[in-house]
């Protein structure tokens, strides 16, 4: 591994991984409460809207296998820097569009950039910095991404309320600036050996990748189409298939599926991917049911999760001291549970409810959430040597992507199937949502046992 000029700034590389966290957990949830302000003024139903949702999220799973090979063969901050800049001038022509073609293409150009920030950030940090510093520091980055995921819909809400919609991506370009600056100043340009670029493999991972990704963007609208989004799956198996065959046979895959064989990567990868399904649906119902059912502002809506943005940097110096008393195996099993504790009880919501029950909810859901991520994301990178990195780091950010997708889905479908098939109408809206909250905090729970097959001593090294 090789690393130019280095820089006396890097003890600052932590500062530069947040900010990409940040902005691209704001960019994924600012928008969903900005859709109806951006189809009014551009004259568009709602439900056409889709396609910003979709075209981002399609290209964000075609590219994220590239950003390992990329950093690697021309540098963590060459790539880094063209990243974030690609992500800001995305943002830019996001703003200036005219019609749902121009914004679905800048969507598009602002994806490709995103697909790269947080993995080679990511992977940077892992290549300057020992085992025994990663989860102190991956505490720390992680903060920000939870703050964009609750923050986002929030400052959506305000700006489409009181602002112009165009608002909610211009704020990406002092953001973007920063990010480039600093990276700039402080991210060593760190190399690593590559083989010949994988077209092939690239061809059938990431078309597996895009077909789930619009099966699942597809099944989130209800179940009009379950034909085609059986197809898609059916496909995208096919393809994995081909990809599994061509990997066996090829000396440098795009994706290294033997990493799957390192037992803490593994249950990292597939725990975070079903603790997913249940609490990534809750950012998305709260707003809606906030908005559809209790009849709040777009902007009242969104503040109410605000109390959980604050709960993730309190929480932050304790969860390093909580992880290091109790152990990863017991701190994912115990906080799992209580998660699906937390998500159950909101289901008791009513229009009327108490502000202080809001704001205790909040709380413990972003406490939770924060200790939740950063014990996942850690215990997957705990054991990787710096020739695995690059690809168990790009493995994570595929399962992330793919488990926020999977669970707004699987939210999406569980709401559709009380609200449709069990008609629950109008006044019984409510009770639809209260039910679908039920079923992710019984999804969650179920989530802990994949935590179980952990050792009482995995992590041991990360926390020296």
Not at 296 to 319: E, H, N, Q, V, Y
Not at 329 to 350: D, H
């Amino acid at each position: 591994m090789l690393k130019e000029q280095s820089s006396p700034y890097e003890k600052y590389l932590p500062m530069v991984a947040a900010v990409a966290m940040f902005m691209q957990s704001l960019d994924g949830t600012i928008l969903n409460t900005s859709l109806p302000s951006i189809a009014a003024a551009m004259r568009y139903s709602p439900l056409e809207m889709q396609s910003v949702i979709v075209s981002y999220a399609l290209t964000l799973a075609l590219f994220i296998p590239l950003s390992g090979w990329l950093s690697d063969k021309f540098g963590t901050r060459k790539m880094f820097l063209l990243a974030v800049f690609v992500f800001t001038l995305g943002s830019f022509f996001c703003a200036i569009s005219v019609n749902l073609l121009t914004l679905n293409l800048s969507r598009i150009l602002q994806a490709i950039g995103g697909s790269m920030m947080v993995p080679i950030a990511r992977l940077a940090i892992l290549y300057q910095y020992p085992r025994n510093k990663l989860l102190k520091i991956m505490n720390y980055i992680t903060i920000p991404g939870l703050l964009g995921l609750v923050v986002g819909p929030s400052l959506g809400g305000y700006l489409s309320d009181y602002f112009a919609w165009q608002w909610i991506f211009l704020v990406n370009l002092p953001v973007g600036f920063l990010g480039m600056f600093l990276a700039y100043k402080i991210m060593p340009n760190f190399k690593n050996t590559v083989g010949k670029f994988d077209v092939l493999g690239l061809l059938y991972f990431s078309g597996a990748l895009v077909l789930i990704t619009f099966a699942l963007e597809v099944s989130s609208v209800g179940f009009n189409h379950y034909l085609l989004v059986l197809g898609l799956f059916f496909i995208a198996c096919v393809l994995f298939v081909l990809y599994y065959k061509h990997f066996k046979s090829t000396k440098y895959s795009i994706i290294n599926l033997n990493l799957f064989k390192i037992r803490t990567l593994r249950i990292g990868l597939i725990g975070s991917l079903i603790t997913r399904f249940g609490i990534s649906g809750l950012p998305f119902l709260l707003p809606l049911m906030m908005q559809v059912g209790f009849g709040f502002s777009a902007s009242k809506a969104g503040f109410m999760l605000l109390p959980s943005a604050l709960t993730t940097i309190a929480i932050k110096p304790w969860i390093v001291p909580l992880v290091k008393r109790f152990g990863y195996r017991n701190i994912l099993i115990s906080n799992t549970l209580f998660l699906a504790v937390i998500i159950f009880v909101f289901s008791f919501m009513e229009k009327d409810t108490p502000l202080i029950y809001y704001i205790f909810l909040m709380i413990a859901y972003g406490a939770f959430t924060s200790v939740q991520m950063t014990a996942m994301n850690t215990i997957t990178l705990a054991d990787l040597t710096d020739k695995q990195a690059s690809g168990g780091n790009s493995l994570l950010t595929i399962m992330q992507q793919l488990s926020i997708s999977f669970g707004i889905s699987i939210a999406a479908l569980i709401l559709a199937f009380y609200k449709d098939k069990m008609h629950f109408y109008q006044g019984d809206l409510i009770t639809a949502f209260h039910l679908t909250l039920i079923s992710l905090a019984v999804l969650t729970a179920f989530s802990s046992l994949t935590f179980t097959k952990l050792k009482s001593n995995d992590g041991e090294k990360l926390s020296g």
